[in-house]
């Protein structure tokens, strides 16, 4: 079964500064996504990665996935109170499962 | 924009009850999902369904449940014999698999078990 972790599962940032959260997943897919959740709301896509070296950007936040090291990455850069949502990856299993990891929960502080 | 509906947006049911959860999918999608999130926290995968069957369920996804494509619109979650731990949020999902393309949420059922 696919596996899906992510971490930290909270990140608390002051304004301005840059952080990264990690999704690393178990079996070879060719498909990874990243969602924004705010408290109460669905799932709001941000990104799709397709292939190895994918990076895509958009605002202060960039995604990139390395398919050899099964690794995506979201990147937040001079963190601005708006973020403050809970960041989902999910991963495309073999069998249309698409599964998702825990989630992590980031507060942006004045 | 197209996008995925769900209802009721909050069903509260007596134990024992069975419910049932619906869901309109975009229309041109092909490939369609059930997940559940208690309380916040990690959005738990339940099922998926392609071309009229399911591809995969999780070991949440028993006996207790099933999933329909009745009329070629809706796409239906039912809970058999519900019970408090079944309370939770219920996302649809849909999506074409095509090129940069995600999977499109619906708002959730909240379903509130007493």
């Known amino acids: 079964e696919l596996k899906v972790e992510q971490n930290p599962l909270f990140l608390s940032m002051q304004e301005g500064k840059n952080y990264t959260i990690y999704c690393n997943y178990s079996?070879?897919?060719?498909?990874l996504y990243w969602y924004r959740q705010d408290p109460g709301k669905s799932l709001e896509s941000l990104f799709v990665l397709l292939s190895n070296g994918a990076v895509k950007q958009e605002g202060r936040l960039m995604a990139s996935l390395d398919t050899k090291a099964r690794l995506s990455t979201l990147h937040i850069t001079a963190a601005v109170h708006d973020l403050s949502a809970t960041y989902f990856c999910a991963v495309d299993g073999n069998n249309n499962d698409m599964r998702f990891g825990a989630g992590t929960r980031l507060t942006v502080k004045p | 924009e197209p996008e995925v509906t769900q209802t009721p947006s909050h069903q509260v049911t007596q134990m024992g009850q069975e419910v049932i959860l619906r869901c309109v999918p975009i229309s041109n999608h092909l490939y369609f999902y059930w997940y559940r999130q208690i309380l916040g926290q990690k959005v738990e995968f339940l099922v998926s369904f392609y071309n009229n069957e399911i591809s995969e369920k999780s070991e949440i996804f028993d006996d207790q449940f099933s999933v329909e494509r009745p009329d070629g619109s809706n796409f239906t979650l039912k809970i058999r014999s519900t019970k408090l731990e079944d309370s939770a949020m219920y996302f649809c999902a849909s999506s074409d698999k095509g090129m940069n393309t995600e999977a499109f949420f619906g708002q959730g059922t909240r379903l509130t078990v007493v």
């Open positions: 079996t070879t897919s060719d498909r």
